[in-house]
């Protein structure tokens, strides 16, 4: 066999190529510009965070931001994933797992410096580090050899510019990622897709999402926040009460989508339904936001007392709000795993460099299976994965619906989540000590790095919960193998 057994779509590697040049023409002058560098370097915690306004975003740097969004939409490159009739293209999932892989590879900000890099193009990265190829093609093609080739090849001392146009501490990026409006599509009136969609895009509303609660994450059909009929000025509709915490972007938003019991009992996922709640609601309050490992924050805690929304405020059907919420959640798991593994991949290649060209006693560092063996198994890792993650995202593609992603796929995706933020952290961590005391400071992007993606071990569910759903599609208590291992 001397075909790959798996190569990414002609039109994705076109895209890719098309970013690239994006970034060296439109993105790079954006980030030389009126000291734009403090936002990556190692004054970026600082330069990004409005310390006494909450510890939210700097005002400057999310302007920043919105400059790059604009450049990227005008590109045609920010709506990728969505739908044709929202200006997108329709990037799929497996698009979207190689564009958010590619893009936390590079590292931090929208474009900066490192030391040396690996000189092998972007076709030669793919061939060798996505197409999964057969012993025989491996051995016998002489473009795989050249792509080795070029793999092993470590780039000279000179500094090197290494191409970045995500910021995952935000969840921003040039192709943008749009849960949202696909929700709002799937469920909303033709009255809320208007606002929650189109003026979405058009910057006018956005809208944070509203699950989590102070005594209540993973278990939200425990929820405590509750809705009751009432009409008020002889408008029918909903009396909420409640508290939720962990709410980001609400130093932003203009409405946040709230999930509150209407009906059954704690612990029943039916009975829970979703509310587009405006932020300048009477008795809707943001108390405040917490401060975190990674600064700046915009995960606000909120109250809500006796706030009043009519019956046009309810996205889907009343007591269904619990399905609403779980409807992409696997999509974002997936882009999220795609993510950590691009920014483990990051780590482990900045310390492959920087251990071939630094000599402590007189030979590299890199010669020592102290510094070869972590790195090994690390990357092993990472190649196993990378496949599982693409091998994944093209299943979810071939699936007609989000009920068969998660009967089919979801304890898959969990694999994949659990995973690739665990991995990261490692690979942070581990970069960390091999640069040493540099590694450590602030002037290299590891300890950035370790900070945020420490979250994802918790936030779009814990690990402890990945694994515990992982366990019930393998012993057959949910997911596909129910009623055949329930037989047994």
Sequence with gaps: MTTPIFRLPAPLLTLLSEINTFIETDILPLQHSDDNNRFFDHRREYARTDWENGGTPRREWEELLEKARVLADGRGFWRY?????YGGRGGGNLDMAVLRMRLARRGLGLLSRVGGEYRCSDQSWDELQIVAWSTHALAGSPRMSASLNAWNKVGGHEDSLTKIHCDLQNEWSIVGNFPD??????????????KFIHDRLAGKTIFAFGLTEPSHGSDATHMSTNAVPHQQDGVPGWLINGEKMWISGMHRATHCLIFARTGGKAGDAKGITAFFVERNQAGFKVEGFEWTFNMPTDHARLSLKDVFVSEDAILGKVGEGLSIAQCFVHE?????????????????????LYARQRTPFGKPLASNQAIQFPIVELSTQCEMLKLLILKTASEMDACTSSEQITRELGHKVSMCNYWANRLCCEAADRAMQIHGGMGYSRRLGFEHIFRHHRRYRITEGA??????????????????????????
């Design 332 to 352: 974002n798991r997936l882009r999220q795993a795609a993510s950590s593994l691009g920014a483990a991949q990051y780590c482990i290649n900045q310390s492959i």
């Design 463 to 488: 690990e402890e919960i990945q694994m515990r759903k992982i366990a019930g599609h393998l012993f057959g208590y949910m997911g596909a193998r129910k009623a055949e291992m329930s037989k047994l």
């Design 81 to 85: 994933a969505l739908p044709e009739e």
């Design 181 to 194: 409006i696909l929700m709002v599509r799937e469920f909303g009136t033709p009255e809320q897709k208007q």
